[in-house]
């Protein structure tokens, strides 16, 4: 069976209009319908606002409805597509992911919480808000001598108001701030999910039992400790297999199966469709 050839990723200087400048902050506006069917990948940060429109945004495998009044976050090495419709009209901001760096902290939530909560309803009041944020950006980068600090100030004016919006329309975020080992233990995942998928290892570097870790993650998330393992996992082994041209046994042994039945089985039980098949065209 043929596999996929592997996913394009896209660079911030693909995008680049003005080759005066050096193309790491840039603006954009799509007006109208657009299709992206073929994923892709990103080397930097979007900032997507949208003021009209419909249709779906796939963001690491996840379908999302897009409406008017919505901010999308997407970030590097996220696996996307999106079918937007006539009446859209949107704005984006790409950052390459240096400055991105920069002012991360402004996103004041851990980054992993944004990326499974790419898409952030806005009230009218953000939506403006934000709007005037992306223009002044706009109008700064036209300008023959731009001033960089200023732009970058911006940024980070947007990922503040990002993350109140995110506060106000994702209530399980508070469960971090309550109970910042959570945050903790993501991170742990996120370095290490490769080689460990023992809950005990975790809860020995959080210096907690590993059923405590299990009933804060039931309790805050609904979800055992041990499906946060996982479904990093997964998402790896999507990512790989459609943007990687290794075999799958190779891509197993990346993510620390050294049995390749063993991660077939692991990957058809999560998700329902075997590596191979995964790989199929549409």
């Known amino acids: ?49 949208f003021e009209n429109g ?30 937007l419709s006539e009446n859209t009209r949107a704005f984006q ?5 240096r400055i991105f ?25 953000a939506f403006q808000q934000l709007l005037y944020e992306f ?9 023959e001598t731009r001033l960089w600090d200023i732009i970058s100030s911006r940024c980070r004016i947007i990922a503040q108001l990002a993350s109140r919006e995110a506060e106000e329309r994702f209530a399980g975020l508070t469960a971090y701030q309550t109970k910042p080992i959570l945050v903790d233990y993501l991170s742990l995942i996120e370095l290490n999910f490769k080689q460990q998928r023992s809950v005990a290892f975790y809860a020995e570097k959080l210096n907690i039992t590993p059923n405590y870790l299990n009933i804060l993650c039931k ?29 799958v046994k190779e891509i197993a042994y990346e993510l620390g199966f050294y049995d390749l039945a063993y991660f077939s089985k692991f990957f058809k039980m999560q998700t329902g469709t075997s590596p191979r098949e995964f790989r199929l065209p549409l």
């Open 1 to 49: 069976m043929k596999a996929k050839s592997n996913i394009p990723v896209l660079r911030i200087n693909d995008f680049q209009i003005d080759l005066q400048s050096d193309g790491s902050i840039q603006y954009h506006e799509i007006f109208g319908s657009r299709l992206i069917d073929k994923a892709h990948q990103h080397d930097f940060f979007l900032f997507l606002l």
């Open 54 to 83: 419909g249709g779906t945004h796939t963001i690491d495998f996840i379908k999302h409805d897009v409406s008017s009044h919505q901010l999308h976050l997407l970030f590097p090495g996220q696996v996307h597509t999106w079918s």
């Open 93 to 97: 901001i790409m950052i390459s992911k």
């Open 101 to 125: 760096e920069i002012f991360a902290t402004s996103l004041r939530y851990d980054l992993i919480r944004y990326q499974e909560n790419p898409v952030l309803a806005l009230s009218a009041t």
């Open 135 to 143: 223009k002044e950006i706009q109008a700064e980068l036209s300008l």
């Open 219 to 247: 309790k805050h998330f609904h979800s055992s400790a041990t499906s946060f393992i996982h479904n990093r996992l997964i998402l790896e082994s999507k990512r790989l297999l459609l943007t990687s041209k290794n075999s």
